[in-house]
């Protein structure tokens, strides 16, 4: 059994190539820009940024002075956004001296200046998805079973196995065989534009108090649908946190 904890899927800062779909941010129910496709830029290693043609852009940019240096893309222009009588200060950016010539002249929209972001028609979440990213929740028959403390809170031979491209195995299990009485739900939420948005628990037992080492996606993106309302937890987190996959630890911190 490999490790559950691997190195996710990693591209080249700089790297640059067309998308495959239509894109479409709009504000406050104006559409602000419109892609068939946006060029797919990757200024991080792990997801990319969609950069639109001017003419992409259904709005007014007004130059907002100089913005910071990004190490793959060089210098960058900040514009400020305007959508009928609003102004979205710093949404817009620009790299006049880009590697790739043909993002010269392309504009990149900060994400969450914009309330809708479309992938066709589907509504997009937290950032742009990569197209090397793929999600699969597998129904199992696995033998997982979780201790903390020396006290089994959960066992199960009917996981739901969830991969994703670059990352290890996640192992979902039903309520029925997990131990909620041991579990305190807290504040802390994640998102994934994968999988959704993630709700935490605290597991207590005994003297351990583990904090946010179980989540749940309630109501998951399609992708992630099998995994709906399942418990999930996180080894890594805590070394007192042990999880065995038919009798082999994983996921040690």
Not at 20 to 29: H, K
Not at 41 to 50: A, I, L, S, T
Not at 83 to 110: C, H, I, K, N, Q
Request: aromatic fraction near 10%.
């Amino acid at each position: 059994m490999p490790d559950i904890a691997q190195r996710a899927l990693v591209i080249p800062p700089g790297t640059a190539q067309p998308g495959q779909t239509r894109v479409r941010a709009y504000s406050a129910g104006e559409l602000v820009a419109d892609a068939d496709p946006p060029l797919l830029v990757w200024e991080n290693p792990h997801f990319p940024r969609y950069f639109f043609a001017r003419d992409d852009l259904k709005a007014e940019l007004r130059p907002a002075g100089q913005g910071r240096v990004s190490k793959s893309l060089g210098i960058s222009e900040v514009f400020d956004v305007v959508v009928g009588d609003r102004m979205l200060e710093g949404a817009a950016r620009r790299y006049p001296e880009a590697p790739a010539e043909r993002l010269r002249g392309s504009f990149t929209l900060t994400w969450s200046a914009f309330d809708t972001w479309l992938e066709e028609d589907e509504v997009l979440h937290t950032h742009t998805r990569s197209p090397y990213v793929r999600i699969d929740a597998l129904p199992s028959s696995r033998h997982i079973r979780v201790v903390a403390g020396g006290e089994v809170v959960a066992e199960s031979r009917r996981p739901v196995v969830l991969t994703e491209t670059g990352l290890g195995p996640r192992y979902y299990l039903p309520r029925t065989d997990v131990r909620m009485d041991l579990l305190t739900p807290t504040d802390t939420v994640t998102r994934c534009p994968y999988k959704g948005s993630a709700s935490y628990w605290t597991l207590d037992v005994g003297d351990l108090e583990l904090t946010d080492v179980v989540w749940v996606y309630e109501t998951p993106l399609r992708e992630a649908m099998r995994v709906a309302g399942l418990v999930c937890f996180w080894p890594e987190k805590s070394a007192d946190l042990e999880l065995y996959v038919d009798g082999v630890r994983v996921g040690r911190p």
